[in-house]
């Protein structure tokens, strides 16, 4: 079972940047694909990006497409959102995700470990 901690969030400007990491401990990385999500209080939790397991494949919400890019380094068992020309919209508690032998998910449903969630606040 692996176990995520998310960290890198904070307050940014808009057209500000952010690196978000997720690290996970508890099983073999390289074997999970792995996802970043976000919540806005009062509304579902959306998905934002997604790395499969093999690290070959990736999408990303429409939202966020060509400001944002997911990436994996198995040796550290973590994975990155790098965040570009940040919105205020963006603003929102980013939570990581992983599923064994994931090669395309973009839904809650698709993944069964969650990390705790690390608050976005984007300034206008």
């Known amino acids: 079972q692996v176990q995520l901690v998310e960290s890198g969030g904070g307050l940014v400007q808009a057209g500000g940047s952010l690196r978000l990491s997720c690290a996970a401990s508890?099983?073999?990385?390289?074997?999970?694909?792995m996802g970043w999500f976000r919540r806005v209080p009062g509304k579902e939790r959306e998905f934002v990006a997604h790395i499969s397991w093999l690290g070959g494949r990736t999408n990303y919400a429409d939202s966020v497409k060509g400001r944002a890019t997911i990436s994996r380094d198995n040796a550290k068992s973590t994975v990155y959102l790098q965040m570009n020309s940040l919105k205020p919209e963006d603003t929102a508690v980013y939570y990581c995700?992983?599923?064994?032998?994931?090669?395309?998910?973009?839904?809650?449903?698709?993944?069964?470990?969650w990390g705790q969630g690390t608050q976005v606040t984007v300034s206008s």
């Open positions: 995700a992983a599923q064994m032998f994931l090669a395309f998910g973009r839904t809650e449903q698709n993944y069964n470990y």
């Open positions: 508890g099983g073999s990385f390289s074997n999970y694909g």
